[in-house]
């Protein structure tokens, strides 16, 4: 079942972000891709520091 007025909030050191999503967009995925993106550069500034610390 989907959420006529679908929203997601993201709360940052830049500021707080609401992203209103259409009719037909499941949140639970976007929320996945919003989390799979952070964990990716999260992990890319993890590998730079280790290889700076080498």
């Known amino acids: 079942m989907y959420d ?14 609401k992203i ?9 995925t976007f929320d996945g891709l919003i989390a799979q ?7 890319f500034f993890i590998t730079q520091y280790l290889q700076f610390l080498k």
Do not use: F
């Open 20 to 28: 209103n999503l259409g009719k037909k967009v499941d949140v639970r």
């Open 37 to 43: 993106a952070v964990a990716g550069v999260e992990k």
């Open 4 to 17: 006529m007025n679908a929203e997601v909030q993201l709360w940052t050191k830049a500021g707080h972000l």
